[in-house]
Structure formats: C-alpha cells, structure tokens
T-cell receptor, first 114, second 115 residues
Framework: SAVISQKPSRDICQRGTSLTIQCQVD?????MFWYRQQPGQSLTLIATANQGSEATYESGFVIDKFPISRPNLTFSTLTVSNMSPEDSSIYLC???????????FGSGTRLTVV | GENVEQHPSTLSVQEGDSAVIKCTYSDSASNYFPWYKQELGKGPQLIIDIRSNVGEKKDQRIAVTLNKTAKHFSLHITETQPEDSAVYFCAASIGGSGNTGKLIFGQGTTLQVKP
C-alpha cells in the first residue's frame, strides 16, 4: 500500500526559531496539502502545495510564516517560521492521487514551542 | 464561508450498542464526504467515504448516509467494540472536480465504548 513518511515525528523548539517538516510519499500524487491540528482540536487546512509553483494558502495563513515547497510529485516541505508557543500543534501532510484511496494522511509532526 | 458542523462532540456507548455521528455542510457544491478515525498519537485514518451520487454506503459495521437536499450526512457504527474508541472526524470537499478539491473538517467526536 502507499506510504507517507513525515519527518520529524516530533520536536521541541525554542521560540523565534524555524522548523522545516518534510513529507515524502512513495509514489507520485496529484494533490498535497498541509494541515494544522491544535491540541484537542480539529484539522485546519494551511495550504495546498503546488508542484513547481507557489502554494495556495487559506485565509489566516501567510507564506512568510508558513513557506511551503513542492519540487516534485512525491515531496513537499512546510516550514514554521519565527515560532511562538501558539504554534505548538500537530502538523499533518495529506495527499490524493492515483494509487491512493481517498485523501491519505501522514502520521503528523508534533511540535512544541518553548 | 464554507464550514462543516459535527455533533455530538462526545459520545459514550456501551459495548455492542450503536453509535451515530451527524454532520451538516454549507457548500451545496460539495460532492465527496469522507469519515476519519484518529487514535491518540496517530494521524487520521480514512474509514469510509461517500460521493454525492450515492445515498448510503456500508462496510461491515460501518455505514454512512447522505441527504444532499438537507446537506447532512451521518456515520453509523453498529455492534461497537472498545477498539472503536477514538476521535472521529467528518469532512466535505470544497472546490475541484470529483474528489480533487480540499477538505473542510468537522469539529470531531470523541467516542468512548465502555466494555
């Protein structure tokens, strides 16, 4: 079955620093998305990662804070910049495409900002 | 804007009983409605989904019903087991064609199945 690898699985970071999260899938996918899940809350879409072009951000999320790259059809990164404790969340990569049934999620990156 | 409302926020049932979770959506163009189960420390796992051209879908103990006119859909779990205890999320697709749009999620339901 298709596999999504998300790294790191968890991290504790100092405020003011940045963290880059990687999402690697084992086959080409059409769509890649990044979600945030704050503690005890639902999933909120941050942006759609577009291959070879700028990501499409949802209301309330900006490129300066959450820069996203998608250099090819199997890989994407999300950077959380200039972190504050309010950025402490689970960040999830999601994909859709041939070989996947429905929208599939990675296991998430659990970020704590201190 | 587009949103998905999910109820109840918590649900406690006895093992063997049925559980029902309900969602309503706002965008009449939504045409794909998945349900996810999230266990502690894990990412959401797709358990069942339904498309707008179907009114009901069943997979063993799990079923989903869709009422497009009323813009609501429901998850039904029969013969619940302790391992069904988790957080369940409904979602609706926004934009795109078929199921290639983005997903908007409900608030989640914490299901507890008591042995």
């Amino acid at each position: 079955s298709a596999v999504i690898s998300q790294k790191p699985s968890r991290d504790i970071c100092q405020r003011g620093t940045s963290l880059t999260i990687q999402c690697q899938v084992d086959s080409q996918v059409t769509m890649m998305f990044w979600y945030r899940q704050q503690p005890g809350q639902s999933l909120t879409l941050i942006a759609t990662a577009n291959q070879g072009s700028e990501a499409t951000y949802e209301s309330g999320f900006v490129i300066d804070k959450f820069p996203i790259s998608r250099p090819n059809l199997t890989f994407s990164t999300l950077t959380v910049s200039n972190m504050s404790p309010e950025d402490s969340s689970i960040y999830l990569c999601s994909v859709w495409g041939a070989g996947y049934y429905g929208y599939t999620f990675g296991s998430g990156t659990r970020l704590t900002v201190v | 804007g587009e949103n998905v409302e999910q109820h109840p926020s918590t649900l406690s049932v006895q093992e063997g009983d049925s559980a029902v979770i309900k969602c309503t959506y706002s965008d009449s163009a939504s045409n794909y409605f998945p349900w996810y189960k999230q266990e502690l420390g894990k990412g959401p796992q797709l358990i069942i989904d339904i498309r707008s051209n179907v009114g009901e879908k069943k997979d063993q103990r799990i079923a989903v019903t869709l009422n497009k006119t009323a813009k609501h859909f429901s998850l039904h779990i029969t013969e619940t087991q302790p391992e069904d205890s988790a957080v369940y999320f409904c979602a609706a697709s926004i934009g795109g064609s078929g199921n290639t749009g983005k997903l908007i999620f409900g608030q989640g339901t914490t299901l507890q199945v008591k042995p």
